[in-house]
């Protein structure tokens, strides 16, 4: 059974930084797609990025984020990060990390929740003005 445990949530002022860490057992990385996305109070789940393979490693991002949120994975701990600097209020929601069950494709589809099998039960971010 795939289990992922998300960590770093916190509260934060606006411009500041937090990174979330996200625990997977069950499982080695691997080349599945991993990803994250958040749900804001009222809001529906939105996709904010995600690690996929194609030919190689492939990055997405919201465009909300691009620039300042930095998606990665360490294979050896079996973890994969969000680091997330200048942070703004907007960003205030809750944070979900996710993995595919297998191949994502096209690879633009690791931008969509449906693509992920597995999830984590989320952290809070709160980002105060």
């Known amino acids: 059974q795939v289990q992922l445990v998300e960590s770093g949530g916190g509260l934060v002022q606006a411009g500041g930084s937090l990174r979330l860490s996200c625990a997977a057992s069950?499982?080695?990385?691997?080349?599945?797609?991993m990803g994250w996305f958040r749900q804001a109070p009222g809001k529906e789940r939105e996709f904010v990025a995600a690690v996929t393979w194609s030919r190689g490693i492939l990055y997405y991002y919201a465009d909300s984020v691009k620039g300042r949120f930095t998606i990665s994975r360490d294979n050896a701990k079996n973890t994969l990060y969000l680091q997330m600097n200048s942070l703004k209020p907007e960003d205030t929601a809750v944070y979900y990390c996710?993995?595919?069950?297998?191949?994502?494709?096209?690879?633009?589809?690791?931008?969509?929740?449906?693509?992920?099998?597995?999830w984590g039960q989320g952290t809070q971010i709160t980002v105060s003005s």
């Open positions: 996710a993995t595919s069950s297998g191949y994502v494709f096209p690879p633009e589809a690791s931008r969509q929740s449906k693509s992920y099998a597995y």
């Open positions: 069950g499982r080695t990385f691997g080349t599945y797609t």
